[in-house]
């Protein structure tokens, strides 16, 4: 991981509506690296804007950049450098936390060799090594959301979006997810 900009993000005047309701309107943001949080009660717009920024969706007006790049022209070469982790874990179910690994490895062109050995340090990272080789569907909720933020780090992003990835997890997996969010981003401050 690298930051090569200063700057993170930087959003000039952006706005969003779905038909006539107005999500966003007018927004301002200038973010340097780091770990930022995004706050605001339901319905505020806090998934669009990330939706907006991961290049999932357009915004309408105003000028967005995200590490750079504008997520509406510069779409394919964002999508390299950034990963989301949405609101709903992403993990299949029927396969094994190495299996759901392997493959995240394998979509992102990794050998199997590769794959293997990026998904030996992403499960023993999340404390999951033991459960490497059960079905995710017998994981509990703290597991999943682990794996899948693992999932999420697969391709080595610049910058990762997590969409409320607490939320469901008891004290103490909600403590390890962000001692773990916190070692990544020294980590990755480490190798600037
Ligand atoms: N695809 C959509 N179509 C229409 N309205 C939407 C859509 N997605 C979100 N909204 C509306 O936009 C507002 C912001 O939603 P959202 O970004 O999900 O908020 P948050 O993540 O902060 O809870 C809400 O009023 C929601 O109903
Ligand atoms: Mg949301």
Redesign the pocket.
């Known amino acids: 991981m690298t930051y090569t900009d200063s700057t993170l993000l930087e959003l000039s005047g952006v706005s969003k509506s779905?038909?006539d309701?107005v999500?966003l309107s007018g927004l301002d943001l200038t973010l340097p690296p780091g770990i930022h949080a995004l706050l605001?009660?339901?319905?505020?717009?806090?998934?669009?804007?990330?939706?907006i920024l991961s290049t999932l969706?357009p915004h309408d007006t105003g000028d967005v950049r995200v590490l750079g790049l504008d997520p509406r022209r510069d779409r394919k070469a964002l999508q390299t450098r950034i990963s989301l982790t949405g609101?709903y874990a992403a993990v299949d179910g029927r396969l094994s936390g190495m299996e759901n690994l392997l493959m995240m490895g394998r979509l992102f062109g990794l050998s199997g060799r590769e794959a293997r050995s990026r998904a030996d340090v992403l499960l023993e990272r999340f404390d999951l090594t033991g459960a490497a080789g059960n079905h995710v569907e017998t994981y509990s909720g703290g597991m999943r959301r682990k794996l899948d933020i693992a999932a999420s780090l697969v391709a080595e992003p610049q910058l990762i979006f997590l969409?409320?990835p607490t939320t469901g997890l008891d004290t103490r997996s909600r403590q390890a997810l962000w001692d773990e969010i916190t070692a990544l981003a020294t980590r990755a401050r480490r190798s600037c």
């Open positions: 779905y038909g309701h999500v605001g009660p339901n319905g505020a717009g806090k998934t669009t804007l990330v939706n969706i609101q969409d409320e």
